[in-house]
Protein backbone atom coordinates (compact mmCIF):
# COMPACT_ATOMS: atom_id res chain seq x y z
CA UNK A 1 0.00 0.00 0.00
CA UNK A 2 1.42 3.69 -0.34
CA UNK A 3 0.07 6.85 0.43
CA UNK A 4 0.54 9.91 -1.74
CA UNK A 5 0.09 13.47 0.30
CA UNK A 6 0.39 15.76 -2.16
CA UNK A 7 0.65 20.25 -0.93
CA UNK A 8 1.69 23.51 -2.27
CA UNK A 9 -1.69 24.17 -3.44
CA UNK A 10 -3.60 27.88 -3.08
CA UNK A 11 -4.06 31.00 -4.57
CA UNK A 12 -2.06 32.77 -6.97
CA UNK A 13 -2.40 35.86 -9.65
CA UNK A 14 -2.28 34.94 -13.08
CA UNK A 15 1.14 34.70 -14.66
CA UNK A 16 2.31 33.36 -11.53
CA UNK A 17 4.26 30.17 -10.10
CA UNK A 18 3.58 27.59 -7.72
CA UNK A 19 5.23 24.15 -6.60
CA UNK A 20 3.11 21.24 -5.96
CA UNK A 21 4.58 18.52 -3.96
CA UNK A 22 3.71 14.78 -4.04
CA UNK A 23 5.22 12.92 -0.68
CA UNK A 24 4.44 8.83 -0.88
CA UNK A 25 4.88 6.49 1.69
CA UNK A 26 7.36 3.56 1.29
CA UNK A 27 10.16 2.96 -1.26
CA UNK A 28 8.99 4.39 -4.53
CA UNK A 29 8.87 2.25 -7.25
CA UNK A 30 5.97 3.77 -9.92
CA UNK A 31 6.27 6.52 -12.36
CA UNK A 32 4.38 9.08 -11.15
CA UNK A 33 1.42 11.53 -12.49
CA UNK A 34 -0.34 14.32 -12.19
CA UNK A 35 -3.55 14.48 -13.26
CA UNK A 36 -6.02 17.84 -13.00
CA UNK A 37 -9.91 18.10 -12.35
CA UNK A 38 -12.43 21.16 -12.38
CA UNK A 39 -16.36 20.75 -11.32
CA UNK A 40 -18.31 18.36 -13.62
CA UNK A 41 -15.25 17.29 -15.97
CA UNK A 42 -13.28 14.46 -16.50
CA UNK A 43 -9.56 14.09 -15.13
CA UNK A 44 -7.52 14.90 -17.36
CA UNK A 45 -3.49 14.07 -17.26
CA UNK A 46 -0.97 17.18 -16.62
CA UNK A 47 2.18 15.32 -16.52
CA UNK A 48 3.94 12.05 -15.69
CA UNK A 49 8.16 11.16 -14.87
CA UNK A 50 9.34 7.60 -15.37
CA UNK A 51 10.28 5.80 -12.18
CA UNK A 52 14.41 6.88 -12.30
CA UNK A 53 13.23 10.63 -13.59
CA UNK A 54 15.03 10.39 -16.70
CA UNK A 55 11.79 10.36 -19.08
CA UNK A 56 8.61 12.91 -18.93
CA UNK A 57 5.78 13.73 -20.81
CA UNK A 58 3.18 16.56 -20.42
CA UNK A 59 -0.03 17.24 -21.57
CA UNK A 60 0.01 20.07 -24.43
CA UNK A 61 -1.53 22.79 -22.58
CA UNK A 62 1.18 22.79 -20.09
CA UNK A 63 3.91 22.05 -21.70
CA UNK A 64 6.91 24.77 -21.49
CA UNK A 65 4.79 25.88 -18.27
CA UNK A 66 4.83 23.19 -16.22
CA UNK A 67 7.91 20.90 -14.81
CA UNK A 68 7.57 17.36 -13.51
CA UNK A 69 10.52 16.11 -11.52
CA UNK A 70 11.44 13.50 -8.45
CA UNK A 71 13.72 13.11 -5.96
CA UNK A 72 13.69 9.08 -5.21
CA UNK A 73 15.69 9.64 -1.90
CA UNK A 74 12.77 11.43 -0.07
CA UNK A 75 9.86 9.78 -2.07
CA UNK A 76 8.73 13.19 -3.43
CA UNK A 77 7.38 14.12 -6.62
CA UNK A 78 6.89 17.61 -7.69
CA UNK A 79 5.45 20.11 -10.49
CA UNK A 80 6.71 23.29 -11.14
CA UNK A 81 3.87 25.57 -12.77
CA UNK A 82 4.87 28.64 -14.04
CA UNK A 83 3.14 31.47 -16.23
CA UNK A 84 -0.34 29.90 -14.84
CA UNK A 85 -3.57 30.90 -16.28
CA UNK A 86 -6.83 31.33 -15.15
CA UNK A 87 -7.37 27.82 -16.93
CA UNK A 88 -5.34 26.09 -14.65
CA UNK A 89 -7.42 26.55 -12.05
CA UNK A 90 -8.26 22.98 -11.22
CA UNK A 91 -7.76 20.27 -8.07
CA UNK A 92 -4.17 18.69 -8.95
CA UNK A 93 -4.11 15.00 -8.07
CA UNK A 94 -0.56 12.86 -7.45
CA UNK A 95 -0.90 9.14 -9.23
CA UNK A 96 1.39 6.31 -8.69
CA UNK A 97 1.35 4.31 -11.84
CA UNK A 98 3.10 0.68 -12.56
CA UNK A 99 3.48 1.69 -15.81
CA UNK A 100 5.08 4.65 -17.63
CA UNK A 101 3.84 6.25 -20.83
CA UNK A 102 5.30 8.37 -23.29
CA UNK A 103 2.17 9.49 -24.04
CA UNK A 104 -1.22 10.59 -22.95
CA UNK A 105 -2.21 6.63 -22.65
CA UNK A 106 -2.85 7.39 -18.87
CA UNK A 107 -6.17 6.91 -17.44
CA UNK A 108 -7.49 7.31 -13.94
CA UNK A 109 -8.27 3.66 -13.96
CA UNK A 110 -5.05 2.69 -14.70
CA UNK A 111 -3.67 4.24 -11.89
CA UNK A 112 -2.49 1.71 -8.80
CA UNK A 113 -2.93 5.15 -6.04
CA UNK A 114 -4.03 8.39 -5.36
CA UNK A 115 -3.69 11.22 -3.45
CA UNK A 116 -6.33 13.14 -2.03
CA UNK A 117 -5.43 16.84 -4.32
CA UNK A 118 -4.85 20.15 -3.59
CA UNK A 119 -6.56 22.95 -4.70
CA UNK A 120 -5.11 25.61 -7.63
CA UNK A 121 -6.74 28.68 -7.99
CA UNK A 122 -5.36 31.55 -10.28
CA UNK A 123 -6.93 34.63 -10.36
CA UNK A 124 -7.21 37.11 -13.72
Known amino acids: QVQLVESGGGLVQAGGSLRLSCAAS??????MVWFRQTPGKERHIVAAISLSGGSTYYADSVQGRFTISRDNGKNTVYLQMNSLKPEDTAVYYCAASRSYYRDSSYNVAGMDYWGKGTLVTVSS
Open 26 to 31: GRSRYA
